[in-house]
């Protein structure tokens, strides 16, 4: 086991060297790059060429007047003392831009993980018992309905019934009076009761999907002999659901574990930009289209690697959860 | 679960990974008719099916000629009995209908505005009113300040009564690109928004059933990439094997390691902002394919490697047919079914794709109109708040990904008509 995980992390090495390859080219893909705005900017505000002599002097600051495949190691080389490149827009270091946000990209993923399973499963097992009852059409439909509702209608949506509801526009992870304030245990709590509302939404597609998949699997185990042994045993029909069946059914859900993260990153992306919490979703659509190519590739590059991770995590769960697999 | 009995079917049934637990029913509707048994599906290795023994199957509903069906037939046999498939397919092929005769079921055209009229709210066509039944009508706009934001807003006139005509006469339109014509559906005299107008006062209907254009065919254009890509190099990857095969993979392994929509939102704003509507718009289906192929290459490689050493292959092979010969008359025909299955449970995906990057504002670009792109104007919040009707745009955008997802979950269960 520990042989396999040591494996899997080495090969995820030259994978993550691609990734970044991969995501600066793309960055850099647009023709022009960010000075061309800022020198138009200059122009108009100067009124003559003499700003030309200042852009050069920013590009060749900034690395931009080398070839492409120096930049890039110019880039990768910085990773190893964790130095991602500047932001040319906020003229920072990347680092210290995206830090903060990536905690609360992974806080909103991790918490809309949780709640896909912790509702999924025992949805699934419900409908999987209720086989073709009110209570399970009216859940396959739902299913359904919220497997194609995109995370950002379901955001807009939100947005309109909050208002309806409560009066308030809001949409933030912090009250007012939280915004700005060091953390403490207060902030905290006051994060708890914001991250709830975007939580469900991020997490609504997965939960659909999930609860589907389980379903399917808990139909497929009940009708296994061993079900019929633990029945014919005379067990409680709710040991033989929850602790012979359900236990099976289980493991095709952990293995979707790694399937699931990168909609959920995707997800977490797009409901961010709309309901504008400071994950690295809205941070990366500027960062896109302001043409800042370190910004949008470190968090391109930061968010593969959570995912790289997150099947890592999801794959040691499977074989933990699952002692019939073996990794050679 | 297995690999073998599903895989002897000759027009290719499901692989383990559709077959496997995920491939979930619809409820109540497969009450399968004939099935042959399991030693029946190895024998049915010629089309049309002619198993002998599936006559003496007991059949409920239906006796007729069921010796003799085609496995297309048998596919379509198992697919209409999903209510909900029929329904998602009738609903599919309406918003298709209504896209390519747009410029007829639009009572405007799409880029008609009205700088006056801003922001109306949806109107309701009325038959009653205090003075008994009438013909189609509805009320006239009147319009009106807000005292505080000093800002327009419009209220309808019961004084004033526009009647609602079929056929109307309004803005002129070349049907298909090529007959001229200048009739509606419907239309009236005076203004007719039923969904309201936008910030130019555009009206909404018109621009949805305009923007289905895009949003429709985005997915399926988008599909058709994925397909010739993904099948052809997944069988290649299959059926050559070796460094080409190991290439492939990690190049498919690759590309899953990033999330889509970054990815995607990284990729169309590389678009040049010079290019047209059309190249913007084929540059988004090229960039929606681009995670699509791999994961279809993959399906079919599966497929190809479990049938690469069955024996009509050998026999294919020791008959003298070139490699070639075989991808393009086994290979591929094999997982044909398959790859219809997998695309039509990949075009929801796409047209969310559409939608979602055309939202953000890095998609179709305007003039050019797409779902996406009116649900952008709905991306601020006050102006949601203030005019929730632009939020319409959403509704085809759910009917159509709910329809294509009840039409493939029926196919992936009717492409392998022979299991029960």
């Given amino acids: 086991m520990l042989n396999y995980i040591i494996r899997r992390i080495l090969i995820a090495i030259p994978t993550l060297i691609a990734i970044s390859m991969i995501a600066f080219v793309i960055i850099q893909l647009p023709p022009g790059d960010y000075l061309d705005q800022k020198i138009a900017q200059l122009e108009q505000q100067f009124g003559d060429s003499s700003s030309i002599a200042q852009a050069d002097a920013l590009r060749h600051r900034y690395g931009l007047d080398m070839p492409m495949p120096k930049r890039y190691l110019k880039w990768a080389g910085g990773f190893i003392h964790g130095d991602f490149g500047e932001s040319f827009r906020y003229e920072k270091e990347v680092k210290d831009l995206i830090w903060e946000r990536l905690g609360f990209t992974l806080l909103l993923s991790i918490g809309a993980l949780l709640f896909m399973y912790l509702t999924a499963i025992p949805l699934g097992i419900y409908s999987a018992t209720h086989k073709y009852q009110a209570g399970d059409n009216a859940l396959t439909l739902l299913a359904f309905i919220g497997m194609s509702l995109p995370g950002f209608l379901i ?131 500027q960062a896109l289209q302001d043409q800042d190519m370190y910004l949008a590739g470190t968090i391109i590059l930061f968010m593969s690697l959570l995912l790289i991770i997150g099947n890592l995590a999801a794959d040691i769960l499977l074989a933990w959860a699952d002692p019939r697999i073996r990794y050679e | 679960m297995s690999d073998t009995p599903v895989d002897l079917t000759p027009s290719g049934g499901e692989t383990p990974e559709t077959s496997a637990p995920n491939a979930e029913r619809i409820p109540g509707e497969y009450t399968v008719v004939a099935v042959a048994p399991d030693k029946h599906a190895g024998e049915a290795a010629e089309e049309p099916l002619t198993t002998p023994g599936m006559a003496d199957f007991e059949d409920e509903e239906d006796h007729s000629g069921l010796g003799t069906l085609s496995y297309r037939q048998l596919v379509w046999r198992k697919f209409r009995r999903s209510k909900l498939a029929l329904i998602g397919l009738v609903t599919l092929a309406l918003f298709y209908f209504v896209a390519l005769f747009a410029e007829f079921f639009a009572p405007y055209d799409y880029r008609h505005d009205n700088i006056r009229l801003r922001y109306v709210p949806p109107q309701q066509i009325r038959i009653s009113a205090a003075d008994g039944w009438h013909l189609p009508f509805l009320y006239e706009l009147k319009q009106g300040r807000d005292p505080e934001s000093l800002e327009l807003f419009y209220t309808s006139d019961p004084a004033k009564r526009a009647p609602v005509r079929l056929f109307h006469h309004g803005d002129s339109y070349r049907l298909l690109g090529l007959i001229p014509s200048n009739i509606h559906l419907f239309g009236s005299e005076g203004p007719l928004f039923l969904l309201g107008t936008d910030r130019m006062g555009r009206d909404l209907l018109s621009r949805i059933i305009y923007g289905g254009r895009v949003s429709l065919t985005v997915g399926l254009v988008g599909v058709f990439i994925s397909i010739v890509l993904g099948s052809f190099l997944g069988t290649l990857s299959g059926y050559i094997g070796g460094a080409i095969d190991t290439i492939m993979q990690r190049i498919i392994e690759l590309l899953s390691a990033f999330p889509s929509i970054p990815l995607w939102m990284a990729l169309a704003a590389a678009l040049p902002e010079t290019w047209t509507g059309l190249q913007v718009y084929f540059g988004i289906t090229l960039i929606l394919s681009l995670l699509g192929w791999g994961g279809l290459a993959r399906q079919v490689r599966g497929k190809v490697l479990a049938m690469r050493d069955q024996d009509y292959v050998l026999a294919a092979r020791a008959a003298g047919a070139n490699t070639r010969y075989i991808l393009v008359r086994h290979m591929m025909p094999t997982a044909y079914s398959h790859i219809i299955v997998i695309a039509t449970l990949s075009i929801p995906g796409m047209i969310l794709g559409e939608t979602a990057l055309s939202f953000l504002g890095l998609g179709i670009r305007p003039p050019m109109t797409s779902w996406g792109v009116l649900l952008e104007e709905a991306q601020r919040v006050t102006v949601v708040l203030h005019y929730p009707w632009l939020l319409f745009a959403a509704v085809p955008v759910l009917l159509v990904v709910v329809a294509y997802n009840f039409v493939g979950d029926a196919l992936r269960d009717a492409a392998d008509p022979y299991a029960s």
């Fill in chain 1, 155 to 285: 955001a807009l949506m939100m947005i309109v019934a909050v208002y309806q509801i409560f009066g308030i526009p809001l949409f933030s992870l912090f009250s007012p009076y939280y915004q700005n304030a060091d953390w403490s245990w207060g902030k905290i709590g006051d994060l708890l009761q914001h991250l709830w509302v975007p939580i469900i939404v991020v997490a609504l597609n997965g939960t659909a999907g999930l609860m589907r998949v389980m379903r399917g699997n808990l139909l497929d185990v009940l009708g296994e002999p061993f079900i019929r042994t633990a029945r014919a045993k005379g067990l409680k029909e709710s040991v033989v659901v929850v602790k012979h069946a359900a236990r099976i059914a289980i493991n095709p859900l952990i293995s979707m574990l790694g399937m699931s993260l990168p909609e959920l990153l995707s997800g977490t992306t797009i409901v961010s930009i709309v309901l504008g919490l400071p994950t690295v979703g809205p941070l990366l659509l």
